[in-house]
């Protein structure tokens, strides 16, 4: 289509000066000036030229079916019935002359227009059909200025922006790809902190990471003597499980009140406590107290005893301490009556509370004091029965030791009862005593109750005619059992 931009035809204003010399010279030929193929435009007085037609909305000639026609015409991207450019609607009827179009429409203001690339890295037209200055930051990466990127006004995760030189002005990081140790943290880039490759109390060098115990990087800066990750090792200390704490990222140390199992810790305290060994008990500092660990703990009461430890020998048992982990009296200095059998101290037994029971001498039985009972042994122990106790017998009735005797007259017998009729020996009151042939019937036996045979106990013994039975006859029997 042919573009109207010299405005073809007449205009109004010198429509007079036209029309009055196209008469004069139209009388003097005795012809007419508009003939039949000439066009009126009667709405502004206008005739256009063969070809032509008014435009709809401006006294002016354009090409029939051309820019002007207030309708839209192959070719075209916009007609409002004239053409004027400044309307929304350029004079050549191409442009709407929007910014962003991709036509530079200079006379609505726009100094440039690369359409969809505006504001873009590649154009240097913003957003505003306006050139750019060439500046980090406006969007637009110049190469001929140093750039290699340009995110904007904003960091991007691989363009630093303009803040960059703002932070350090004399290093020209603006613009620039990031990396890690450049000085300038850019968080669009993963970056947490930036301290120019040195690690520091709150950054981890080159990989710009804020220090956290257990990142596996080993920051001396933030205060760490070690880092191996989040588990302990039997040199470091993890973190806690996430918990943090003071003693993390440390190397072990009993009494840093962090338990690191895997440096031998199953409890940690500085001093002694019920249940742990503080810093200073040697091999078994910061371990779970114990009786037989070899420390003594006198804050710690082992299991099934009232009182805390005396001394520890490391589970052995000696003069001056029950070493094992048994009983009452562990850990304990010895006693009879301690309720600890110590065989250091010659006890094969030991009641607690240290009294006498069928199995033990108690306390007060001197040398044989917490040792198995036996009769003979030099001690009565009431509650102990002896293998071969009469029957009847309850216990111990004496013991005299090596003296015991089974012959002796009125020495305690060998199953350690005291001298009784009827143990064959004649002791101090009896008249006789022939043990077991004791006898309330035998003739002339010595009776059961140790006296000898006589007259009146029911048995006619030698020299007797009666004895409390009847004489023959009518006669009786006597006093000194002969028959009156």
Known sequence: MKRVKDKHGVRLWGLCIAVTAIVAASAASGSCAFDSKTTLCEQFGLRCKEGQQCATKQAMCIDIGGCGN???????ECDDGNVMDGDGCSADCMSKEECGNGIPDTKVGEACDDGIKNGSVESNCGMDCQFRSRV???????KEVGEECDPGAQDSIDCNSNQANLDFPDLHLGCKAPRCGDGYTNMAAHEECDTFGMQTKGCNGTPCTKPVCGDNI???????????????TVGCNGNNNGSGGSATCKFPSCGDGYINKMAHEDCDSVDDTSSCNGKN???????????????????FTPPGSTLPEQCDTGGVDTQACNGRDDGPGSCRKPSCGDGYTNPAINEDCDN??????????????GSMSCRTPACGDGYRNASFKPP???????GEECDDGSSNSNTTRDACRRNCRNPHCGDGVRDTGEMCDDGNNN???????????????????????????C??????????????CHCI
Do not use: I
């Open 70 to 76: 207030n309708r839209m015409d192959p070719g075209e």
């Open 136 to 142: 980090c930051g406006n969007g637009m990466v110049e």
């Open 218 to 232: 080993h920051n001396q800066a933030a205060g760490e003597d070690c880092d191996n990750g989040s588990a302990d």
């Open 281 to 299: 008990a040697g091999a078994v500092s910061c371990r779970s107290a114990r009786c037989g660990d070899g420390h003594t703990n006198a804050a």
């Open 352 to 365: 607690l509370g240290g009294g006498d029971s069928s199995g033990c001498n108690g306390r007060t039985a």
């Open 388 to 394: 071969n106790a009469d029957p009847g017998q309850q």
């Open 439 to 465: 006898s309330d019937t035998a003739k002339d036996a010595c009776r059961t109750d140790c006296t000898r045979a006589h007259c009146g106990d029911g048995v006619k013994d030698t020299g007797e005619e």
């Open 467 to 480: 004895d409390m039975t009847a004489c023959s006859g009518m006669q009786t029997c006597n006093e000194s």
